[in-house]
Nanobody, 114 residues
């Protein structure tokens, strides 16, 4: 069964940066549109960023201009570069196909606080 493993989260001050990684156990990432999602406690998971099979990207309005999604198909890995982070970006971040059809991973916690 495909497994997704997110990493790279942590505690950062407002205005700081983090780079998240999502590694797949199989080649699903290289043949799928991939997305990053985030979820706060008690709230629904929301979509953040998308990268198509051909490399086209799209972002939620809340992160547009600050986040950049990319992929390395040879490594079965998807990245999310997050710049100019804000306290509202504090969430657990997940990756999955877009639409999400794979089992969810554990996610990686991002905390933006001074």
């Amino acid at each position: 069964q495909e497994q997704l493993v997110e990493s790279g989260g942590g505690l950062v001050q407002p205005g700081g940066s983090l780079r998240l990684s999502c590694a797949a156990s199989r080649s699903s990432i290289s043949i799928s549109a991939m997305g990053w999602y985030r979820q706060a406690p008690g709230k629904q998971r929301e979509w953040v960023a998308l990268i198509s099979r051909s490399g086209g990207t799209n972002y939620a309005d809340s992160v547009k201009g600050r986040f950049t999604i990319s992929r390395d198909n040879a490594k079965n890995t998807v990245y999310l570069q997050m710049d100019n982070l804000k306290p509202d970006d504090t969430d657990v971040y997940y990756c999955n196909t877009r639409p999400a059809v794979l089992p969810w991973g554990q996610g990686t916690q991002v905390t933006v606080s001074s």
